[in-house]
């Protein structure tokens, strides 16, 4: 039985609606990162999980337990699960060790002692013992984040829920909580942890969650996320692409409009005018040219372009369902239109997989 | 894509600014097509031409084509842009491109 099982997660607010469709299992021991562009609902999946926020729709099992179901417990539900804010929430008018001990008397009925020697225990672990009677004004971002996870610990949570744990720190005080979160890790702890860090997110996590348009977009391992992530919005994200995207489904679709749009996608974001010349000509050439007379009258087919300022490439990406159809092999093509598409993009790739074909390229600055 | 067509004598001089692609290089398809056998000289100014594709380079041919029967084309005011796709094809060195 899975530790955590989320099915048909659905939270709307009135204008907006963060997470569609969410479907996950949560085991033992897993260390998952949740990643995607801001306004995906990371955080409110972990809110709802922890019953923070009450989904709209949907059902959360805690080990088999609907904990969404009228009379639950929810301070038990809740005991099992830590939460480590963005934010801290640390008590600014009790000392460290008290705000350590808080939850373990009031909540886990815990004697002052006992609670005080657990809680000195863990600011050991955490490396913050000496500071067990400052008050959090006095700590550092980092130092109060680690307060922060040993005051969670204390509850003896079976998983920890990491809500952005160091995006409101100075970079230099980061690495003082990943090296709490990693030895966490070591110790078998099963947590959750959204995150902008995508090195962190990388070398920690068991599995990634890669999260966008109210769904867990694409789910896997490290490797293949960050290596050869299979959806183009993953890829675009992980390679820090700026996007542009166009659907296309019919033969009367607005080509001089789609032009125009590249056009001003390029401007936007100050590409050089050979890369706009690049994508104009491969999307004339290869898909005015070459696929589209092989299209019926409605079909569904995309293109995406994105461009990173940092590498200075764009990748170009054309996608259209039916059977497979690599135009680049067609001697019955138009001869001069290949010929530019090869010269433009001679490493561009044709690949066909669940009835979708592909034709794919990153141009370099080189690119004529 | 704008043509502007002149007139002298037995020159013809279409100067053609924008975009030459799939969707607009059949109307200067039809100008050319147009061209009588007494024309004896054709010029493509390209001056504002900003984009050319396959389309364009064939409607360039087949004006190529017709005034070798009849007389000389010209391309004049050809940019880097316009000018690197006529080098990738390999027609630069055909086509009279005046610098």
């Known amino acids: 039985m899975s530790m955590i099982s989320v099915k048909h997660l659905c939270k709307a607010y009135p204008n907006i609606t963060p997470l569609k469709d969410i479907n996950c299992e949560i085991e033992r021991g897993e260390v998952i990162s949740i990643i995607g562009p801001s306004g995906t609902g990371k955080s409110t999946l972990l809110r709802c999980i922890n019953c923070l926020e009450h989904p709209t729709k949907g059902e959360i099992y805690v080990d088999g337990q609907n904990i969404l ?4 417990d929810l301070n038990k539900v809740r005991q099992k699960m830590g939460m480590v804010f963005q934010q801290f929430n640390l008590f600014a008018h009790l000392m460290i060790i008290e705000n350590v001990m808080l939850g373990a008397t009031d909540l886990l009925g815990k004697t002052r002692q006992e609670a005080y020697d657990h809680g000195m225990e863990l600011l050991e672990s ?16 980092g130092q109060k984040q680690r307060v922060a996870i040993a005051r969670t610990l204390s509850m003896n949570p079976e998983i920890i829920l990491f809500d952005e744990p160091t995006s409101a720190l100075d970079p230099t005080m980061v690495g003082e909580v990943v090296s709490v979160i990693r030895s966490l890790k070591e110790k078998g702890m099963t947590m959750m942890i959204v995150t902008h860090e995508m090195k962190f997110a990388r070398d920690i996590s068991t599995r990634i969650f890669y999260m966008d348009q109210g769904l867990i977009y694409e789910d896997g391992t490290p490797e293949q996320i960050f290596g050869n992530p299979q959806k183009e919005r993953t890829r675009i994200f992980i390679k820090q692409l700026k996007p542009y995207h166009a659907d296309i489904k019919s033969q009367k679709f607005d080509f001089l409009g789609i032009n125009s749009e590249i056009a001003q996608f390029m401007h936007k974001n100050l590409v050089p005018e050979h890369f706009r010349d690049a ?29 990173s300022d940092r590498n200075l490439l764009l990748e170009f990406a054309l996608r259209y369902d039916g059977p497979a159809y690599n135009p680049l092999t067609d001697t019955n093509n138009d001869e001069l239109a290949l010929l530019l598409v090869r010269k433009t993009a001679p490493e561009l790739k044709h690949r066909y997989e669940n009835g979708m ?12 | 894509m704008k043509i502007t067509k002149t007139q002298a004598g037995q020159t013809i001089t279409y100067v053609v600014s924008g975009r030459l692609d799939t969707v607009t290089a059949p109307d200067l398809g039809k100008e050319i097509d147009a061209v009588t056998p007494d024309i004896k000289e054709l010029v493509l100014d390209f001056d504002g031409l900003e984009y050319i594709s396959s389309a364009g380079i064939r409607t360039v041919l087949t004006a190529q084509k017709k005034m070798n029967k009849q007389g000389v084309l010209k391309l004049r005011h050809v940019c880097p842009a316009v000018l690197d796709v006529f080098e990738l094809t390999g027609f630069a060195d055909i086509l009279t491109i005046e610098k």
Do not use: I
């Open chain 1, 69 to 72: 179901a009228a009379g639950v």
């Open chain 1, 357 to 368: 074909n592909y034709l794919e390229v990153t141009l370099k600055t080189e690119t004529k």
């Open chain 1, 279 to 307: 994508s104009q000509r491969l999307f004339e050439e290869l898909f005015m040219q070459c696929v589209l007379p092989h299209l019926p009258a409605t079909f569904s087919a995309a293109l995406d372009l994105g461009w």
């Open chain 1, 126 to 141: 955490v490396g913050m013992a000496e500071k067990a009677f400052a008050y959090p004004d006095e700590l550092s971002g």
